[in-house]
């Protein structure tokens, strides 16, 4: 059974948006634990070449006040102790929230599921930095072919009710979140 575990203080920074971040709002949601959302300000100026402003975060990196986070976010404060990187952050949730399973081979094949999932991301980001027509085929393909042939593997490895086991994991969330939230183009997804 799912092991509920209170922890005084949970904070969970990233920028103001879904992104790496979503996965552990989502597993903090379905455990039910309060935490603190904290959101940098985040404006896009242009998407396609990554240029962003973000004076708060540039701020917060300059006075060295995210040094335990390796100037990166998301990362979780846990009692004042920084756990830096959006998959560390999902597992741990997951362990300790009771989202890894019921043995260490649930585990394993969770843990393999969302790895799958970001290798599924990893190439589609390939296809979304495509320009002009290129891009439009690409993207084309993707939702078309490519997607749902890669979902149609994935579907050999994922249970019938749960995507590993009796109950809901982090794979669950993890599934959830990259076909309901990841791709701009949610209703290709």
């Known amino acids: 059974s799912r092991r509920v575990v209170y922890i005084m203080s949970l904070k969970l920074c990233y920028f103001n948006g879904r992104g790496l971040a979503e996965t552990s709002r989502l597993l903090l949601a379905v455990a039910e634990q309060p935490y603190t959302d904290f959101r940098y300000p985040l ?8 240029k962003f402003k973000r004076e708060q975060f540039d701020a917060d990196k300059a006075e060295g006040k995210l040094k335990n986070s390796l100037d990166k976010l998301p990362y979780l404060e846990v009692d004042g102790q920084i756990i830096p990187q959006s998959k560390s952050i999902e597992r741990f949730l997951a362990r300790r929230f009771g989202f890894m ?6 585990a394993a094949r969770i843990d393999a599921i969302c790895e ?9 980001q390939k296809t ?3 320009k002009g027509e290129e891009r439009e085929a690409g993207m084309t393909k993707w939702f078309k072919e490519t997607l749902p042939g890669k979902l149609q593997a994935l579907d050999h490895i994922v ?12 794979a669950d969330v993890t599934l959830f979140a990259f076909i309901t939230q990841f791709f701009d183009n949610v209703e290709g997804a």
């Open 43 to 50: 404006e896009v100026i242009d998407w396609s070449i990554f």
């Open 101 to 106: 399973g019921d043995s260490e081979v649930e």
């Open 159 to 170: 249970g019938e009710n749960f995507a590993v086991g009796g109950r809901t994991s982090v």
């Open 128 to 130: 979304r930095a495509l």
């Open 116 to 124: 799958y999932v970001r290798d599924f991301k990893t190439e589609y």
